[in-house]
């Protein structure tokens, strides 16, 4: 059997439930992954609230976890990967909050030893995310990135991905975060209505080229009053979303597998919040989607 977390109907936290379901052998090109980690996602609880409903229909009993890593423990026929291999990656049955899930291996690439459990399981979806919007608004050296949110799980990415692309970056969050974007070589900002940050941006930098929003704002009255064209503009919870629940266009391996080697090398850091077993899902989703300390929430199963 496997202990899988699952909801039958809409809802807060406390409809997510832990229920023991025959395992599943994997079939050909699959393996079997004994969880160690598994990020909990903002798009994971608006799915179970039903705000995705209508873009992403479910069936109940639905399972839940996007991304998690793990031991390989079974392989099926024509899998690269052996029992023992230690790997990152995601469920595209959105399963990975359980014991044991089964994936296709192209799901999966190799966690560099360097990398701890927990941010290995908390680095697919935000992540691919932040790395999506860095690129499709060509960020590059010398730019100057306006990120709003700069201290969500995606904006915390983001904001490091932009660095590496030699780009000067604004970050907007709370006070309290503002120490750790100095401390990764962003200027800071708090939240004020577009007009307001605008100015306050404006004096800050002299210009902004990117806006990377995270927070569903405002963004095209922001572009409009900084003058950014909206090609270089993007709002993270759209594609985040579609990453998750979409279910079409070329999954990441390439990406997650950059993404964690620069983990490994120190370039590219993930706070991680809180860690709770998989019995304690319901407190995991509650803390998780109330204010907490920066970082990620994950599962531990």
């Avoid at 701890?116 to 730019?143: F, I, M, P």
């Avoid at 209505?193 to 902004?208: K, P, S």
């Avoid at 990117?210 to 064209?229: F, K, N, R, W």
Wanted: hydrophobic share 50%; proline share 6%; charged share 20%.
């Amino acid at each position: 059997m496997n202990r899988v977390v699952r909801f039958e109907r809409w809802g807060g936290p406390d409809v997510l439930e832990v229920v023991d379901v025959p395992a599943r052998e994997p079939g050909r090109g699959e393996v079997s992954v004994t969880v160690r980690a598994a990020g909990i996602t903002a798009g994971e609880s608006a799915a179970r609230e039903g705000a995705l409903a209508q873009l992403y229909p479910m069936a109940f009993p639905t399972a839940t976890g996007s991304e998690f890593a793990g031991v390989v423990t079974a392989t099926g026929p024509g899998a690269r990967f052996g029992v023992g291999d230690e790997v990152l990656g995601w469920s595209p049955e959105h399963a990975g909050h359980a014991e044991t899930v089964v994936v296709p291996e192209t799901a999966l690439v190799v966690k560099p030893e360097a990398v701890s459990w927990e941010v290995a399981g908390a680095l697919y979806v935000a992540g691919v995310t932040a790395w999506t919007c860095v690129e499709s608004t060509k960020v590059r050296d010398g730019d100057v990135v306006l990120v709003v949110g700069a201290a969500s799980d995606v904006g915390t990415l983001a904001v490091q991905l932009a660095r590496l692309c030699g780009a000067a970056v604004v970050g907007v969050a709370d006070p309290v975060h503002h120490d750790w974007l100095h401390a990764h070589g962003a200027d800071a900002v708090a939240p004020a209505d577009a007009g307001a940050l605008a100015r306050v941006v404006h004096e800050r930098a002299g210009r902004v080229d990117v806006i990377l929003d995270t927070t569903g704002a405002d963004v095209e009255h922001l572009a409009e009053a900084l003058g950014v064209p909206a090609q270089r503009c993007v709002a993270t919870l759209p594609l985040e979303a579609d990453l998750e629940f979409g279910g079409g266009g070329p999954q990441r391996a390439d990406v997650l597998a950059e993404l964690v080697d620069l983990v490994a090398g120190d370039r590219l850091h993930v706070p991680i919040a809180g860690v709770f077993p998989l019995a304690d899902v319901v407190e995991a989703f509650a803390t998780a989607e109330r204010p907490h300390r920066q970082g990620r929430i994950v599962l531990l199963p």
